[in-house]
């Protein structure tokens, strides 16, 4: 259904609406629907909570994850930093 809407803020909606239900039980899912989000900042910033999430859960899992990840350099040193 989510595939079906088309670009644009509803569609963005929807998968940050998605991605939110499902960042604690399977994380690589809800990055594969933040990927979807079109909006660079809100896309983003989901990633950003989907990392925070997942460190509580599996810090080994996200760090892998957030090293690989299209986010900024920035972002990916603070939140790695925020591990330790």
Same mark, same amino acid.
């Given at each position: *259904?989510?595939?079906? $809407?088309?670009? %644009? %803020?509803?569609? +963005? %909606?929807? $998968?940050? @609406?998605?991605?939110?239900?499902?960042?604690?039980? +399977?994380?690589? $899912?809800?990055? /594969? $629907? &933040?990927? %979807? &989000?079109? +909006? +660079?900042? &809100? /896309?983003? @910033?989901?990633?950003? #909570?989907?990392?925070? #999430?997942?460190?509580? @859960?599996?810090?080994?899992?996200?760090?892998? *994850? &957030?090293?690989? @990840?299209?986010?900024?350099?920035?972002?990916?040193? /603070?939140?790695?930093?925020?591990? /330790?």
């Amino acid at each position: *259904w989510l595939d079906t $809407l088309p670009a %644009g %803020g509803l569609r +963005d %909606g929807a $998968l940050r @609406s998605a991605s939110y239900q499902f960042m604690s039980e +399977d994380p690589p $899912l809800a990055a /594969r $629907l &933040i990927a %979807g &989000i079109g +909006d +660079d900042k &809100i /896309r983003n @910033s989901q990633y950003e #909570n989907l990392a925070n #999430n997942w460190m509580r @859960s599996d810090p080994q899992g996200a760090a892998l *994850w &957030i090293a690989q @990840s299209t986010l900024p350099p920035d972002v990916k040193t /603070r939140l790695l930093a925020a591990k /330790r």
